[in-house]
Structures are given as C-alpha cells and as structure tokens.
C-alpha cells in the first residue's frame, strides 16, 4: 500500500464459512480475515502482534464450543446473539466481549444476526483455514464433546421463534391461541406414546425412575392449566407433528441405552424447557452414566442428539406455520 488514504470495502476480502479440523468440518458463519487483502496486509502490524476478522452469523446459525490460544476481543456492531460456554449472557449492539486465551466460548446468532469485529492479539486464528488456532469442543468423540454438541443445539433452539409468539401478544388472537395450544396438544399426546414405548422396551430397571421422572416432566409443560381449549383444539390433527412424534416413539424400541438416555435428557428435557435457563446436563445423574463409553459410542451419540434436535426444531417451525396459518383464515 503506498503513502495514500484508501478505503477497502468489507466485501473485496474473501469469506470462509468453515473450517476443517481432524477431518470434521466446523461451521464459523461468515469470517473475512483481513490479512486476505493484500492492502490490508500491506498496512496492518506483524501478524504475530496483532490480527482482525470481520464476522457474522445468520439468526439461528452457530459457531460451536472452542478456545484458542491467544487473547481475543469481538466487537458486536449490528444485531444480537447468545454468548454460551465459560458465560452464558445475551450480548448486542455495542457490546465488547473480551475472551482470555484458553477459555471456552461460542455463539448463536439472534433474530437479526450478529455481525462484529474479531480482534486477536497474536496471530490470526483462522488466517490460514487449512491451519485454524482453534479448538473445538466437539471436534473429538467424548463425553465433553457431547455435552458441547447439546449445549450448542440447545442454545440455537432458544431463539427458536415459536418462543416470540408467547411474547409478542401472537397468541391473545382466540384462532391462533387455539392453533398453537392444539398443535402442543399434539406433541403432549405423542410424548405419551413415547413413555409406553420406552417402558416397554427399556430393559434396564435401574432407569426406570429417572425415565419417568422425566417424560412426566415434559408432559406437564407446554400446556397451561385451565387454558379453556376449545374442542376444536381437542380435534386439532396434523400428519406432520403425528410424524414426528412417532419418531421419537419409535426409537425407544430402536435405540440402546445410553442412546435413550442421550435423547431424553440432551435433547427432550432440554426442549422442554423451553427458552427458560438451561439446566446443566452434566449435573442430571443419568446423563453422568455416559462418562467413560467407547469413541465410537460418543460418535454415534453425537449423531442421534443432533438428529433428535432437528425433529424438535422441525416440530417447533411446524406449530409457528400453523399458528400463522390460523391468523390468516381467521
């Protein structure tokens, strides 16, 4: 860069999306590294003194659990997101998030998105992607890892948007209230199904307790006492929730133990808590009967968590559509 003044458009540098670490691919959201641009390169310091990142992610889209080795500063200039990991805070707009080497964190994108600037006082952490400083809680088959795997996906459903039409005075209109409370009926009715399907093929007394603790659990929630319901919402059928509640039904007679237990207390009970304050799975007692399985056994967990998230995240997309369709035939 010569002896001028020069304005470099965010866009000119290339973006990553994702990184490849170990053979597993890691989603970042959108990084644009600004040694990319040779201007930017050309002016900035030693890349072992200081390094900058524009970064953004979608609503909803997540940068796992990770540390790295060098102390970091991200400044959040639009939008607004969830902070997880060694804090767990809402951070938007103005927001300034200091993060010391070695210390766990990662991020959901909120509503509109969070968009910053990733400062690091050493060398950049993804300025060569083949080579990323980082360290994913979930790029190895352990138990740590699947915990970081359940608390990512928990923290995206959070945002979920089926949470704002509680809010947002969505539901004071009597069709889609009837709409929204008969699509949760529902999936309460298919939560039934589940528990005589997991009683009947569980096989291991020593859970029987926890299970039902449990799924009674998730089926007091969702619904409030003395709500009124109409018998139309009684009535209220839909093909696409019955499916996916006979997913989790059926793979009680389909999976092994610890497998039921990964999906009833990672992704169940946490669902059912709906956008309230986590509950820790590594402080629920069954979850800590996972401790000490093979690699390939965290591998396979990891994978029906993430499975059992997406069916709870396409049940949730599923009562919004028809809590809105309502409105509109209302």
Known sequence: MDNQIQVVKRDTIPPIAAVDQGGEIHAVGELRDFRWSDELRAFMPDANRFSASWVGLKHNEVLQTHTHPVQSMMIVYSGS??????????????????????RRHGFVGGPEGMYALSIQFGEGLYTEPENARVIFAASENSFSALLADADDLAAGFRNHPIFQALEDGTLADPARRAAFFGALRILRDGAKRLLSSLYSSCGDPAFEPEFLRAL???????????????????????????????WFAHQMYVLDTAEKVAVTYLVLEQAARGNAAPESPAKISPVDT?????????????????????????????????????????
């Open 81 to 102: 997101g969830e902070l997880f990991g060694d804090l767990c805070r809402t951070v938007s707009q103005g927001d300034t998030i200091v993060v010391p080497a070695g």
């Open 216 to 246: 009674e659990k998730s089926l007091r929630s969702g619904q409030p006492e003395g709500d009124g319901a109409s018998a139309s919402i009684r009535q209220l059928r839909d093909p696409v929730l019955e499916s996916i509640a006979d």
């Open 290 to 330: 996972l401790r000490n399985e093979t690699a390939e056994t965290y591998s396979r967990l990891r994978m029906i968590v993430r499975e059992g998230w997406q069916m709870v995240g396409a049940a949730a997309d599923r009562v919004v559509e028809l809590t809105h369709a309502a409105e509109r035939t209302a």
